[in-house]
């Protein structure tokens, strides 16, 4: 299984990103996929995630300390790709954003117990 995140770079203050994280060897949809944000220094942070409940309907997740409504998880499963689209950006938005996958499907922590599979990263830095 592979992971490969696209959509970082320089971005002013109030502006917006959309991160990609391409998913192959698997199906996105297999396990829960979360996005993480690492500041140097500090421990990853659990952004977002997406997985599917047992009705196979998409369940999401995110941590309202950090994204505050400006974030939305989406995953597109015929191209097999977990989106992040956020919004509103600042300086504090700043960091490296990594997706993950995960061994379950049906509860997504935003921790990063459990995620076995990581991508490379992409950077963001908001001005």
């Known amino acids: 299984v592979q992971l490969v995140e696209s959509g970082g770079g320089l971005v002013q203050a109030g502006g917006s990103l959309t991160f990609s994280c391409a998913v192959s060897?698997?199906?996105?949809?297999?396990?829960?996929v979360a996005w993480f944000r690492e500041v140097p220094g500090l421990d990853r942070d659990g952004v977002a995630a997406?997985?599917?409940?047992?009705?196979?309907?998409?369940?999401?997740?995110y941590d309202r300390r950090l994204v505050k409504g400006r974030s939305t998880i989406s995953r597109d499963n015929a191209q097999n790709v977990v989106y992040l689209q956020m919004k509103s950006l600042t300086p504090e938005d700043t960091g490296t954003y990594f997706c993950?996958?995960?061994?379950?499907?049906?509860?997504?922590?935003?921790?990063?117990?459990?995620?076995?599979?990581w991508g490379q990263g992409t950077q963001v830095t908001v001005s």
């Open positions: 993950a996958k995960h061994t379950t499907r049906d509860f997504c922590p935003l921790t990063v117990w459990g995620y076995d599979t």
């Open positions: 997406i997985g599917t409940d047992v009705r196979g309907v998409a369940t999401t997740y």
């Open positions: 060897g698997d199906s996105a949809g297999s396990s829960c």
